[in-house]
Structure formats: structure tokens, C-alpha cells
């Protein structure tokens, strides 16, 4: 079954501390892989994806992520993290199902950046 | 418009009643998902329209949910009977998936309808 796995509940750093937020998947064939970010009571923002080419793709608000084949995972990253990142974090993964595209989430990661 | 715009934002019901929830999406995004959102938990996906094909229905949990959409344009999604269970917060997005376009496969969320039946 295609999926896509965030082990982490909850991820907490320190402000300036680096953060990684981590995704795993299983899909069939070359993945599209997505990162959003989603705010009490607003809907989902798109941060960045990966389609094809360079693995290290870089996204708004200094995040990055990195697509990692063999390991199948696309952790989100971000150098100095800052309290306004905390948020609620989804990977998705766009795959084939029964002849269409669907989007599978993660269940997603709390991050909480403490100042 | 400028987003994907969602309507209502709040809805509380009974137990019981219908409700019909709206989807306006990004003028040119031809393909629509709607995922449900229950407190705490990740996205589940219900329905899937993309331009005048068949919908992808694959995902609505009951016969008592049923989503249309008018060509390429507003989608609503209605749940009859309305369980405690379907109290959640639906979400729509839309994108446009020729890859030759800017943001194509990027999918667009709009707010989002809060439901809460009593």
C-alpha cells in the first residue's frame, strides 16, 4: 500500500537551534513529494517540493528538505529555527491509485520552537 | 479569485440535518480534492474531480456523503444525516496539473469549513 509516515508526534528545538522534521514514504514508481505547514484555524500552506533533479530542494521561510531514494524519505530541515515556525507539519506524496493521482499525508508533526 | 475560498467557515448542526458545504476553487485548476480533518489527526481523502472526467469517489466514508462539481468551477460537498462522527473540518484544494504550468501538481488549500454537529 503506498503511504507515507511521520514517526514524530511532536518535535520540540530550541530557537537558533537547527530542526528536522522527519517523513518516510512508500509509493510505486519516481515520487512527487511535498511538504506543508498548516496554522491554528487556517488551512494548509505549501512550503516546497521534490519532483525530479537536484535531491536538496530549498522552500519558503528557509526550510529545506532533503530526497533521500534509498532511505525513501524527505526530512524537512531548517538551519536556526525561530518561534513563529511553530506549527502543525505535513509530507505528502502524490501517487497512482486505481488510474489517479491522489495525495497521501503523513498525520503529521507538531513542531514547537521554544524561545 | 486569488485563493481557494471555502463556505461556510463554521457550521454547527443537529444531529440528523443536512449540510452543504462549498468550495470555490482557483480559476483554471482543474482538478479539486476534498480531504476531511478530524481534531488532532492528518488528512483523509474523500473525493477527487479533475475537469470533466469521472470523480475519483474512492474515499467518501458512507453513502450519506456525495460531492459535485460544474465542470471546472465550484464544487459542493453535502452530508446527509449528519453523524457526531462527521464533525471534522473539510478542506478543499484545487491545482492545475499541466506540467508545463507554474505551481502545476501543487495542490492550493483553501481555510477550510469547520463542522460540528451537536
Known amino acids: 500500500a503506498q503511504s507515507v509516515a511521520q514517526p514524530e508526534d511532536q518535535v520540540n528545538v530550541a530557537e537558533g537551534n537547527p530542526l528536522t522534521v522527519k517523513c518516510t514514504y512508500s509509493v510505486s514508481g519516481n515520487p512527487y513529494l511535498f511538504w506543508y505547514v498548516q496554522y491554528p484555524n487556517r488551512g494548509l500552506q505549501f512550503l516546497l517540493k521534490y519532483i525530479t533533479g537536484d535531491n536538496l530542494v530549498k522552500g519558503s521561510y528557509g526550510f529545506e528538505a532533503e530526497f533521500n531514494k534509498s532511505q525513501t524519505s524527505f526530512h524537512l530541515k531548517k538551519p536556526s529555527a525561530l518561534v513563529s515556525d511553530s506549527a502543525l507539519y505535513f509530507c505528502a506524496v502524490r501517487a497512482i491509485t486505481s488510474g489517479t493521482y491522489k495525495y497521501i499525508f503523513g498525520t503529521g508533526t507538531r513542531l514547537k520552537v521554544l524561545a | 479569485g486569488a485563493g481557494v475560498s471555502q463556505s461556510p467557515s463554521n457550521k454547527v448542526t443537529e444531529k440528523g440535518k443536512d449540510v452543504e458545504l462549498r468550495c470555490d476553487p482557483i480559476?483554471?485548476?482543474?482538478?479539486l480534492y476534498w480531504y476531511r480533518q478530524r481534531l488532532g489527526q492528518g488528512l483523509e481523502f474523500l473525493i477527487y474531480f479533475q475537469g470533466n472526467s469521472a470523480p475519483d469517489k474512492s474515499g467518501l466514508p458512507s453513502d450519506r456523503f456525495s460531492a459535485e462539481r460544474t465542470g471546472e468551477s465550484v464544487s459542493t460537498l453535502t452530508i446527509q444525516r449528519t453523524q457526531q462522527e462527521d464533525s471534522a473540518v473539510y478542506l478543499c484544494a484545487s491545482s492545475v496539473t499541466d506540467r508545463g504550468l507554474p505551481g502545476a501538481n501543487v495542490l492550493t488549500f483553501g481555510a477550510g469549513s469547520r463542522l460540528t454537529v451537536l
Open positions: 480559476s483554471g485548476h482543474t482538478a
